[in-house]
């Protein structure tokens, strides 16, 4: 059974920095590319970033790109979200997923090519 846990979230003013975990277990972590997802209020869940098994290869939403990076460590089982310069707009519960294959693709900004999901940890950002 894969468990996937996020940590991090909370509570920060606007142009702080917070860095999300997301500690995975039940299957080979390695061999799965790796993303982070979030979801306002009244909005749909949306693609933030993944990254691929090795590390190498990302992908971010435009809305963060320049601002979040996404890494791992495979040696930890752990995939990172590091968010520099939030903004109020970033607030939502952000999501860890793990994707069905190890390489990233067109298919990566989908929810459809995750097939594990953690509970959620809350990014609240204030003006």
């Known amino acids: 059974q894969v468990q996937l846990v996020e940590s991090g979230g909370g509570l920060v003013q606007a142009g702080g920095s917070l860095r999300l975990s997301c500690a995975a277990s039940?299957?080979?972590?390695?061999?799965?590319?790796m993303g982070w997802f979030r979801q306002a209020p009244g909005k749909e869940r949306e693609f933030v970033a993944a990254v691929s098994w090795t590390g190498r290869t990302t992908y971010y939403a435009d809305s963060v790109k320049g601002r979040f990076t996404i890494s791992r460590d495979n040696a930890k089982n752990t995939v990172y979200l590091q968010m520099n310069s939030l903004k109020p707009e970033d607030a939502a519960v952000y999501y860890c997923?793990?994707?069905?294959?190890?390489?990233?693709?067109?298919?990566?900004?989908?929810?459809?090519?995750?097939?594990?999901w953690g509970q959620g940890t809350q990014v609240t950002v204030s003006s």
């Open positions: 997923a793990q994707q069905k294959r190890a390489y990233l693709s067109g298919s990566t900004y989908s929810n459809n090519e995750y097939d594990y």
């Open positions: 039940g299957r080979t972590f390695s061999n799965y590319a």
